[in-house]
């Protein structure tokens, strides 16, 4: 069964405190790993896709990377814009185009 | 990416009725989903809105309880039919278009009393 794993559940970071979220996952084959970020009262913000182990995503404070267990997303020198829930997604390369979320991680950054 | 639209925003409605929630795209994409996000949990497929056809529906979710239309490449609405309390939940329609990446709409807050 496809499966995917995120931790830590939250994490609390003071601003300009480095740190990385953690997805692990299982799937029939991968077509694509996917992150988003969401904020409270709206829909997920689509960040990243990474295709195949060893590929690399950035985006200003934000670089995602995937092995072909699991991806992480480096989150360096936060700001308190970038407190948010995190969501990681697998794609299976099936005839659907289904996304199989894990349950995020909530991060908040303090100033 | 394309400007998706949700109507209504929120809604507040009694157990047994049925309340239709719409999705439009400000462009023509070629898939459309249905996800809902249960309070605290994250996002679960209900089905995919098919453009002249029935929707496909995920293992646990079926057309009578949640009925979906797609008339053309720009719309679709999902009817949650006979609330209950446990369909309280943040609705999100998604889209996706000659890519594997699929962008949100704001979401549809359902609280059934």
């Known amino acids: 069964e496809d499966q995917v794993t995120q931790s830590p559940e939250a994490l609390r970071l003071q601003e300009g405190e480095s740190s990385s979220l953690n997805c692990s996952y299982t799937v029939s084959g991968l077509r694509g790993l996917f992150w988003y970020r969401q904020d409270p009262g709206k829909g997920p913000e689509f960040l990243f896709t990474l295709y195949s182990a060893g590929e690399e995503k950035e985006k200003e404070r934000l670089k995602a990377t995937l092995t072909k267990k699991e991806s992480f997303l480096h989150i360096t020198a936060p700001k308190p814009e970038d407190s948010a829930t995190y969501l990681c997604a697998v794609q299976a390369r099936d005839s659907s185009y289904k996304l199989i979320f894990g349950s995020g991680t909530r991060l908040l950054v303090r100033p | 990416s394309a400007v998706i639209s949700q109507k209504p925003s929120r809604d507040i409605c009694q157990r047994g009725t049925s309340l239709t929630i719409q999705c439009q795209v400000d462009?023509?994409?070629?898939?459309m989903f249905w996800y809902r996000q249960q309070p605290g949990q994250s996002l679960t497929l209900i089905a995919t809105?098919?453009?002249?056809?029935?929707?496909?529906?995920e293992s646990g979710f079926v057309i009578d309880k949640f009925p979906i239309s797609r008339p053309n490449l720009t719309f679709s609405t999902l009817t949650v039919s006979n609330m209950s309390p446990e369909d309280s939940s943040i609705y999100l329609c998604?889209?996706?278009?000659?890519?594997?990446?699929?962008?949100f709409g704001p979401g549809t807050r359902l609280t059934v009393l």
């Open positions: 462009s023509q994409v070629t898939m």
């Open positions: 998604s889209v996706a278009s000659g890519t594997s990446e699929q962008f």
């Open positions: 809105a098919n453009q002249g056809s029935e929707a496909t529906y």
